[in-house]
């Protein structure tokens, strides 16, 4: 219910997490008619869906019912592409204690952190067919009860 109430486009395309942990994520994405390009491959746009997922629940398991809250957000994505993505496509995450780490300095110091997380995508033969490296800034929000 997540997906469709805060990614419609994301859960619209069929992405999907299949497995996760506080360590590790994993994340799928269709090659269907909502995922498709023209050249008969995955959209990037859609790949870029997936890895961002990737690594963003893995961020969000970290600043769940901290306190105080802590902020999250996305400011700057890298991507390379290796081959065409025809099938189902796997993107991967294991970055989950460099969000961790983040998140308690980010907490303990008061000043901002970012971590740039890497999510590996491969088909279903195993294959690399992309690599992302996600950048999240995390910040610590003010208490402001007295």
Known sequence: MFLFTKLPAAWLAGV?????????????????????????????????????????????????????????LVVKVNSEYFKKASGRSYFTCEDGEKFQQAVDECIATGESRTVEARSTGRNEAGEVVAEFVITWSFKAKRNTTV
């Open 16 to 72: 999907r997490v299949r497995e996760a942990d506080e360590k590790k994520c994993v994340v799928s994405v269709p090659y269907k008619w909502l995922s498709q390009n023209p050249f008969r491959s995955t959209y990037f746009a859609c790949l870029s869906m997936a890895a961002e997922m990737s690594t963003g629940a893995l961020a969000m398991a970290q600043i769940y019912k901290r306190n105080p809250a802590v902020s999250m």
